[in-house]
């Protein structure tokens, strides 16, 4: 018995196939890819942020927060959060400029994990 397929029947069985690769491929990825969870340090970590970056208006205060908010950060299992929280810190001792910069990326990342 002979199996005879046409150029259209197996041209649409490669893209079925490709389909269901690519459907496996990004649900295996998106942990890696996509938001990640917050956890207990990096929920406390947002919360402190939350709480203390409408008062953070000079220098000494910002730096304050910052100490605050990366202890809380860096014992997370959150690599965004921990990041952003680093970046802000770190930006924490310079112009409001990158303060705001670096706040508003780590509110970002407390908003979408």
């Not at 409408?54 to 605050?68: E, F, G, H, T």
């Not at 970046?87 to 994990?113: F, P, R, V």
Request: proline letters at 3%.
């Amino acid at each position: 018995m002979k199996l005879k397929l046409s150029k259209r029947t197996i041209t649409a069985v490669v893209v079925a196939g490709i389909a269901v690769l690519a459907l496996v491929v990004s649900r295996k990825g998106g942990d890696a890819g996509g938001p990640e969870a917050i956890d207990a340090p990096a929920h406390q970590a947002c919360a402190d942020f939350a709480a203390g970056y409408p008062k953070a208006k000079s220098k000494a205060l910002r730096l304050s927060l910052a100490d605050k908010v990366t202890a809380n950060s860096s014992r997370s299992e959150n690599n965004v959060i921990r990041k952003r929280a680093a970046e802000m810190g770190a930006a924490a001792g310079d112009g409001a400029a990158k303060w705001k910069t670096a706040a508003d990326a780590l509110t970002s990342a407390c908003k979408t994990g």
